[in-house]
């Protein structure tokens, strides 16, 4: 297990501000950690930078979001270095994103990956299809403001600087990975040509992700 450099921690820093800012546009990070942590996690992986996602909740009793489900990126480095891409929805009022130990407030809940992920990734999927219990979007927290077409406009943003990117990489894809863009193809088949369609802001790229789905 390695150990990154001052230089690494500042590029990777870079990497998921950039990410993080064009999926969300002008939306706020709040309610958003699984939405941007995943796709984020394997744009991360495709530039070498091996990560996972924690699955926790914030623990703060003097904060209004005390008890907060929580999703954050976890670098596989001797100090398990973190990456939040929304750690401003509760550090801050302005846009931020972390890279460096994990604040004291994080608590990781006591499971596995593979034993919490599938759980959380069918609830996300469910959302986007329209299928779901509104109360169990990941990082909803019983608060059903979550607006369908904002979450395309950030989900289709994410998988279209995803899916570009790794046409230019070789490396097995994961089945997290294929999830991922299973979940996206299914999307954009159920929305095409019905009103929320009309709504999202696509940009040039989306062409190529669209072409995929839609053979």
Request: glycine share 4%; with cysteine; aromatic share 14%.
């Given at each position: 297990m390695s150990?990154?450099?001052?230089?690494?921690?500042?590029?990777?820093?870079?990497?998921?501000?950039?990410?993080?800012?064009?999926i969300l546009i002008e939306y706020p990070q709040d309610n958003m950690c699984f939405t941007v942590s995943y796709p984020l996690s394997l744009y991360l992986e495709n530039l070498g930078y091996e990560n996972q996602i924690v699955c926790g909740s914030y623990?703060?009793?003097?904060?209004?979001?005390?008890?907060?489900?929580?999703?954050?990126?976890q670098l596989k480095?001797?100090?398990?270095t973190i990456v939040d891409p929304t750690i401003g929805q509760f550090e801050s009022t302005h846009f931020q994103v972390h890279v460096g130990e994990k604040?004291?407030?994080?608590?990781?809940?006591p499971f596995e990956f593979d034993e919490w992920f599938c759980g959380v990734y069918q609830r996300w999927k469910d959302k986007l299809?329209?299928?779901?219990?509104?109360?169990?979007y990941p990082e909803q927290f019983n608060n059903n403001s979550l607006d369908i077409v904002?979450?395309?406009?950030?989900?289709?943003?994410?998988?279209?600087?995803?899916?570009?990117?790794?046409?230019?990489?070789?490396k097995a894809h994961s089945v997290v990975y294929d999830k991922y863009f299973d979940c996206i193809f299914?999307?954009?088949?159920?929305?095409?040509?019905?009103?929320?369609?009309?709504?999202?802001?696509?940009?040039?790229?989306?062409?190529d992700l669209f072409a995929k789905a839609l053979p």
């Open positions: 150990q990154y450099s001052k230089e690494q921690l500042l590029e990777i820093h870079k990497l998921a501000t950039d990410f993080t800012k064009c623990q703060n009793e003097n904060s209004l979001k005390n008890g907060t489900p929580h999703f954050w990126l480095d001797k100090l398990k604040p004291k407030e994080y608590e990781e809940i299809l329209g299928d779901e219990n509104p109360l169990y904002m979450l395309l406009n950030i989900n289709l943003n994410a998988a279209t600087i995803l899916y570009s990117q790794s046409k230019g990489y070789n299914q999307i954009i088949r159920n929305y095409y040509g019905k009103k929320e369609w009309s709504q999202i802001i696509f940009n040039h790229s989306f062409k």
